[in-house]
């Protein structure tokens, strides 16, 4: 099947724009960093909506937000080349296995090719599932992943399914040592995940770690992330709870916006990002501040110099 067809160009997809919809339109051939949306919530468990994530991150990169971005003094177009694909044309049906299979089927081939050409991929969620697809095919650079969320996700299984929105970084301990993992901002987790999370070395920086002493997590991120390849996973629901009112599972005691970017401008700008994910971005009741949030944080890591490689 041709790599393009795979994708429901950005223009037909409900937000009706492509990421940024910026003036200066980049080919694929010349783009370094390429967006694609996957509007699926097939097992979230209790709030639904995050299918809209892709939505919300056009509408609002495209309509409400400026490409300028302030405290880079530079256009969005001028620092990161980025082409958006579209959403992927997932199949109508009710059954989870089969949509889990195609997108096992789909996703990881379609990024390998990606990292063929070069680019960086940006997957815009949909659940938390997806950043399994994504990563796997990743596993081989032997990435440092980065993970924000309210939640480790790395349960074995969860109401009798193996793969769902909150397993996802169980199952990629089978292609990527638990050393590669740093999970920031965690404040909701079980028993049984704390020590699978502990036994695989795991790194961890709770929510309360981050409010008492961000300058260390910070200058960990620094050291860490030097002259390595990185992922990020970013779970809208690091942000605490006021933040997010339309994802799946909100948790107060979270991170604030200037927490996230201070962290982020603390990953060292010779690290070299191969891929990211933004995840659990919902869109309820035309309320659009999560998509704002979600897009802005996107402008922010895109524009850092470790995106640019
Ligand atoms: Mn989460």
Redesign the pocket.
Known sequence: MDFFNLFIVPEKTKAGYSFADTPVKISFKESKVVFYGVPLDATTSFGKGTARGPEAIRLTSARQIETFVLDEKADIYDLSKIYDLGDLRIPRTKSVNRMLSFLDDTIPGAVETLRQEGKIPVMMGGE?TLSYYQLKALAKERPLVIHF???R?MKPEYEGMKMC?TTPFYHLLEYIPGENFVQIGIR?TDREENEIAAKNGVTTFDAWQVHEDIESVADYLNRATAGKKIYISF????YDLPYVPC?G?P?PFGLDPFQVLHLVKAISPSAQLIGMDMV?VGLKNDDYREGALATQTLLRILSREYARK
């Open positions: 938390h969320d309210a939640h996700d929105h909701q779970d809208i629901d690091v994802t599972t948790e659990e």
